[in-house]
C-alpha cells in the first residue's frame, strides 16, 4: 500500500508499512517555517493513530541538509518576552509530539543538521548519516538566542555535558565521526547507499513485535523524563537572549545584511 501528501515544505509519503517525511525546502537548506512545524506536528498525530504504519522516516530533500534551523526571518518580529517564550514552548511541543510518537522514527541526515533540526534529530529513535553530516547548534556564532531547558538536558542525554558545552557555548560543529564516537549517530553511510540502508532498518519493524518496540521506546522516554528539569525552569534566560540588543542585529544582519558585533546586552 502506497500513500502520498505533498504539502510543498512538508513531502508525506507511506510505502510497504514506512512512512517517510522528506523536509522540502533545500533553496534554504529545508529551514523549517511555522507551517511546517504545524505540519509535522499534524502528522505525529495522524501516525500515533495509524496502525498501518510501522515505522517512520524523517530526512531532508536536495542532499545538502536535514534541516539547517529554524527560518531566521521568522524572528524579526520578535519584540515582547511572551514571543520567546512562545516560541521555545512552541518547538518544545513539536518536538516532543515526535519524541513520544508510538512509532519506532529514523533521522536519515545529510549535511546540516543544525538549530532546529538537531533537535528534531535527537528525538528520532535512530540516526543514519552521510561523511557530510555537521550537527550542533551554533547560536554562539549566529543568533546569540539560547535553547530551552528541555532542549539542554536531551543535548546533555545524547552527548555528555563536556560535548555539550563544546556545541552551545563554543558553536561547535560536529563531523560524522565525531558524531559516531560520541554515539550521536547509529552509522554513517555514504549517499549513494543510505536511502536504502535506511529503508532495510525501517523495514525490519514490520516484523517486529509492535508491543514490546512500543513498550521499549515508551519506557526509555519515563527514564529520560525523570531527569529533566521543570519545563519553565530556563525561561529566565530564554527572555534575557531573546529580548537582547544582541539577538536583535544578529535577525537583522540575517534579514538585511547588516554588520554588527556581539556587546553582551
Known sequence: MERHMNEESLLFEVRDGVAWLGFNR???????????????????????KDE???AVVLHGVGGEAFVAGTDITQFSHFSKPEDAIGYERRIDRVVGKLETLNKP???????ACVGGGAALAMVCDFRYCTPSLKFGVPIA?????????TNVSRLIDMVGI???KEALMLGKLFSADEASMAGLVNAVIE???????VADVASQFTRRAPLTVQASKALIGR??????AARD??????ITCYMSDDFKAAVNKFVNKTPFEWTGH
Do not use: F
Open 233 to 238: 525552569a530556563g525561561d529566565d534566560w530564554v
Open 162 to 164: 563536556a560535548r555539550t
Open 191 to 197: 549517499p549513494d547507499e543510505i536511502h536504502a540502508r
Open 141 to 149: 556564532k549566529t543568533l546569540g538566542n539560547c535553547l530551552s531547558i
Open 52 to 54: 498501518h504504519v510501522h
Open 26 to 48: 533545500p533553496q534554504s537548506r529545508n529551514a523549517m517555517t511555522w507551517e511546517m512545524y504545524d505540519a509535522l506536528e499534524a502528522c505525529c498525530d495522524q501516525l500515533a
Open 223 to 228: 527514564v529520560q523524563e525523570q531527569r529533566r
Open 105 to 111: 522514527t529514523i533521522a536519515l541526515v545529510e549535511g
